[in-house]
């Protein structure tokens, strides 16, 4: 008899699989990392075959620890790192061009031209603004740049999708091409009020939508996996979502006002606004976050493009830490950050900065400045740009934000986690599991087959750890006031 739920997250930087019981308990863990490549500056890609691979890889781990075989499998459930896209040839399998990432900035020129013509009918139909974070200039781009695309298009044969879209036809060996209605809100090609894909921008942008996948419920049966594709296991793929809203289900925030962060290669806050969707004045994301029997649940979405990434680079780009897991001691090894504050705006400053242009800075800097205070410093810009989101979602929903609900790998730095606690001023929950991404497409999977109820996700949160402010006020609001004297420097 099968035993276990597989939920899949396809992040930016790895993939994660868990297997959870039929009580959602986590069972073993598999993760497998994906490499980012830069060609321009600015640009930022993966290889497609990588994402499917390290799937594979992810998924073979969490089996080999549980000892699970391919018949355990109950349902499957897959999230992703959102905005980023593919395009394909179908017959084949094989992209036209390698995926493009949702941090990529190539169409920055090209969204300003959208926003400047059609940037108030874009938030009319899609509560967006044009970005270049979103994916529709990025499929737009690779139409334009990619001759063979011509050619594919007009033989029938040309498949454009998020990660989702592509993981599902290669998991069920190209039998399906589907998304969910929390993917589509995040293409700037999605009638938010209708359900659909707009054919009025879609003709703005070139996009053919017979090219795009069909949209529908984000737990409903998309397909079988293909037991010669995927290590042998034939079970329903019974739930496709965006990384931070099956985050949101993780941490059981199912009712409206309920809020959770996740600390990933971004920073993500996303809150439950309801059945009616929230619009904000500060630059943030009006999102699906899900939809259950053609119903729409919706979300207020804000984005850090740059936090666990800045740790990476740390490591890979400076050299100054081995591994993310010796920061939390070295953050300890000072006592302050010696006056240097680290603005990591490698892509950018997102809502409510709005500074798409910015760059990174670190400032402050002395002789007496250490390896340990620049450690610091990216480990408090964390905590500062999720707290700069945290008073614009407060504004913008005028919900009174008392706790937030904690989630992702860094989480476990008890360092940062503190620091938040103090910066923002509330108390912070660290669930039992902090996988609750990949915890979230696991549940889903288990709605999309009716073993569960989208209202039990609020089961699944359980704390383990609390953090509470100890920061004195004026030591708070000081420390404050000089990270945006910082801000305002990268965005002149």
């Known amino acids: 008899m099968s035993k276990y739920f597989l939920g899949i997250d396809q992040g930016t930087t790895g993939v994660t699989a868990l297997l959870c019981d039929k009580e959602f308990a986590p069972v ?15 640009w930022v890609e993966h ?7 390290a799937v594979k890889s992810a998924t073979a781990e969490a089996m080999k620890k549980a000892s699970a075989l391919p018949d355990d499998i109950i349902a499957i459930g897959i999230d992703h790192e959102g905005e980023s896209i593919l395009l394909w040839d179908s017959p084949s399998g094989r992209a036209v061009y390698p995926s493009i990432v949702w941090q990529d900035k190539r169409t920055s020129a090209r969204a300003e031209e959208l926003e400047a013509e059609y940037g108030e009918l874009f938030r009319q139909k899609t509560a967006l603004s044009p970005d270049s974070y979103f994916s529709a200039t990025k499929i737009e781009w690779v139409l334009k740049n990619i001759l063979e695309c011509r050619d594919l298009l007009a033989e029938k044969r040309l498949l454009a999708g998020n990660n989702d879209a592509w993981i599902l036809y290669k998991m069920t060996r190209g039998r399906a091409h589907k998304t969910d209605a929390s993917t589509a809100s995040r293409t700037m090609l999605y009638n938010i009020e209708k359900g659909e894909w707009d054919s009025e921008l879609c003709e703005i942008l070139g996009i053919d939508p017979s090219v795009l996948p069909e949209i529908g419920d984000s737990a409903r049966i998309f397909g079988v996996s293909d037991p010669e594709e995927f290590l042998g296991i034939s079970a329903p793929i019974s739930a496709m979502l965006n990384d931070q809203q099956a985050a949101l289900l993780g941490q059981g925030c199912v009712r409206k006002g309920m809020l959770k962060t996740t600390y990933g290669t971004g920073c993500f806050i996303l809150i439950n606004t309801g059945e009616r969707p929230v619009y904000s004045d500060s630059g943030l994301i009006t999102t699906v976050a899900w939809q259950i029997g053609g119903k729409r649940t919706f979300a207020l979405d804000g984005g850090v493009y740059i936090a666990g990434a800045a740790i990476q680079w740390l490591r890979d780009g400076l050299g100054i830490i ?7 001691a070295i953050c300890k090894s000072v006592p302050n950050n010696g006056g240097v504050y680290f603005v990591p705006a490698f892509s950018g400053l997102a809502a409510p900065h709005r500074a798409p242009d910015a760059r990174g800075m670190i400032t402050g800097l002395t002789r007496g400045t250490t390896r340990a205070h620049i450690v610091r410093a990216a480990e408090e810009a964390i905590a ?10 407060e504004k913008d929903t005028e919900f009174p934000i008392t706790l937030m609900r904690c989630d992702g790998g860094a989480v476990r730095d008890g360092f940062l986690m503190q620091f938040q606690s103090d ?18 497409a696991a549940f889903a999977a288990a709605v999309g087959v009716g073993m569960a109820d989208i209202s039990d996700a609020e089961k699944l949160f359980e704390a383990e750890k609390r953090y ?18 910082a801000v305002d420097r990268v965005k002149m």
């Open 384 to 393: 500062y740009q999720v707290t700069d989101l945290t008073e614009a979602v």
């Open 47 to 53: 290889d497609h075959e990588d994402i499917w691979q």
């Open 28 to 42: 073993s863990r598999g993760y497998c990392e994906i490499a980012q490549y830069y060609p321009e500056s600015g």
């Open 423 to 440: 910066i923002l001023n509330i108390p912070l929950e660290i669930p039992t599991c902090t996988e609750a991404t990949a915890r979230g």
């Open 468 to 485: 509470t402010p100890t920061m004195a006020s004026d030591e708070r609001l000081r420390l404050l006031n000089d990270w945006h004297r």
């Open 322 to 328: 081995e591994s993310p897991k010796d920061c939390e």
